[in-house]
Nanobody, 119 residues
Framework: VQLQASGGGLVRAGGSLRLSCTAS????????MGWYRQAPGKQRELVAG???????NYADSVKGRFTISRDNAKRTVYLQMNSLKPEDTAVYLC??????????????WGEGTLVTVSS
């Protein structure tokens, strides 16, 4: 299973970006999908997650500004980021909890996409 993320870039404070992450490979079912981020010198943190049924959760720091969504048919998760702040600067990584057969369930990570917010 591979996760390919895209959509990062450089944006000014107050701007918007939309990240996408598509899963491919031997996939029977994708359970929870999510976005994490890691800034230089800081620990990786959960930004937002979404279950296969569409239930979402967000870090307090992004509530009201970021929206996570998914298209199950396309095996893709999105992160719409609005009102971006310099402190949102980080490498954003997508994560998926995947079953390739009825008896297993594994966690997969994408390579990450860099988001830089200038002040």
């Amino acid at each position: 299973v591979q996760l390919q993320a895209s959509g990062g870039g450089l944006v000014r404070a107050g701007g918007s970006l939309r990240l996408s992450c598509t899963a491919s490979g031997s996939i029977l079912r994708i359970h929870t999908m999510g976005w994490y981020r890691q800034a230089p010198g800081k620990q990786r943190e959960l930004v937002a997650g979404i279950t296969s049924g569409g239930t979402t959760n967000y870090a307090d720091s992004v509530k009201g500004r970021f929206t996570i969504s998914r298209d199950n048919a396309k095996r893709t998760v999105y992160l719409q980021m609005n009102s971006l702040k310099p402190e949102d600067t980080a490498v954003y990584l997508c994560n998926a909890d995947v079953s390739s057969d009825p008896w297993d369930r594994m966690d997969y990570w994408g390579e990450g996409t860099l988001v830089t917010v200038s002040s």
